[in-house]
């Protein structure tokens, strides 16, 4: 398959927006950007499309899709209840980068729910993406554009590197503002449950609902309530290990394991903020972004993990971003990117 590439500024010309349309509504596939990440889309309400999503993402069929709206009136025909204080989420965070999970309605295929008698739902902010549901006229249901596993894509290129030939059209949006995908959050209780952090942090949700809670999964249970939480996300190829503690500890253990490593042939790379990349070899430097701006360092964190793969990087170390209001988000990733590994000097 050929897959064609359009541009943003492409979707001004109706024959851009025809073929996304028919191409949509064919039951295929489209890459498009939001303000998180890239998704692969297609149309919600027609089995065709989505089975496509799984198998060209090598996804398990028990993980569900999140359905992407462009206007958030259209929520009420997907779901049958909406409490007040999910109403106020919405009010308040919508568009963004949230998704709410509700009960679904009659309509929502089993095929984007796994089976599940619940539906998550996000209005994203990114014009292009709130577009792209717009041509095509129906709800699209899109997981992040990367194969099952790796992680997610926040550049065309990790589009390009993951899809190019195995979808119909891929729009190019440049990089993704937010980085990290969307807060994931179980609307369906007396009071709300965060299934998977995100950058609408759990102290922004505790202004509406002072009882949120989190739901805390190993990624290990045999059917958490967030099926995607238990497969291994965002694993770049190399052994990253994380190492946290007082800083000067800390690179002090990263200089010691680079030594160890110098003399047997392996790759290694630093995941570093600004102020630190002095101390460690240019050549092993991967700058994040500065300490006190964790936004930046989530932007990041998924095209450097890629960038370490493309330079072969074996061993990646990296410090610990857990002290800004979006450590949650952030160290949530970064510890599956590490398969857990983090050592505390
Ligand atoms: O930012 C995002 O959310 C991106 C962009 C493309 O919108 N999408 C995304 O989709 O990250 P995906 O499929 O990679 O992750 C969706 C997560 C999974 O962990 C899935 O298990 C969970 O949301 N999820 C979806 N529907 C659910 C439901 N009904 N109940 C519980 N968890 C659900
Ligand atoms: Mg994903």
């Known amino acids: 398959m050929k897959t064609r590439i359009y541009k943003a500024d492409d979707l001004a010309y109706d024959h851009v927006r025809e073929d996304i349309r028919t191409t949509i509504l064919a039951g295929r596939n489209v890459v498009f950007p939001t303000e998180t990440v890239y998704g692969i889309g297609a149309n919600a309400i027609d089995e065709t499309g989505i089975r496509r ?8 069929s028990d993980n569900p899709l999140i359905l992407h709206i462009a206007d958030a009136d259209d929520v009420t025909k997907y779901v049958t209840t909406i409490r007040p204080y999910a109403k106020r989420m919405m009010e308040r965070f919508w568009p963004g980068p949230l998704t709410l999970v509700f009960d679904k309605s009659e309509i929502v295929p089993d095929a984007i729910t796994g089976g599940l008698d619940t539906v998550g739902i996000r209005l994203p902010d990114s014009a292009i993406a709130r577009d792209i549901i717009r041509i095509a006229g129906v709800p699209i249901c899109a997981p992040s554009a990367n194969i099952s596993g790796r ?12 899809f190019s030939g195995k979808v119909d059209i891929i729009i190019d949006g440049g990089k993704t503002p937010v980085g990290i995908e969307s807060t994931v959050v179980d609307v369906t209780g007396d009071h709300s449950v ?3 952090p995100g950058m609408i942090s759990r102290a922004m949700l505790a202004e509406i609902d002072n009882l949120v809670s989190v739901n805390e999964q190993s990624g290990l249970e045999k059917a958490p309530k967030s099926p995607g939480m238990k497969y291994k996300h965002y694993a770049p190829k190399g052994e990253l290990v994380i190492i946290d503690g007082a800083v000067e500890s800390v ?31 240019e050549d092993v430097v991967f700058v994040i972004g500065d300490a006190d701006d964790d936004e930046t360092i989530a932007a990041n964190l998924f095209a450097i993990l890629r960038e370490a793969d493309q330079r072969g990087m074996t061993h990646i170390y990296s410090m610990a971003f857990a002290s800004g209001p979006h450590a949650e988000a952030i160290m949530n990733r970064l510890l599956k990117a590490a398969d857990g590994r983090i050592i505390t000097v």
């Open 251 to 281: 690179v002090s253990t990263i200089l010691e394991r680079l030594k160890q490593h110098g003399t047997q042939g392996d790759q290694c790379a630093v995941i570093t903020t600004s102020e630190y990349q002095n101390k460690f070899p």
């Open 151 to 162: 992680p997610s894509a926040t550049l065309l290129e990790h589009v390009i590197d993951d």
């Open 194 to 196: 965060i299934l998977r």
């Open 53 to 60: 999503i799984y198998d060209v993402k090598g996804r398990p």
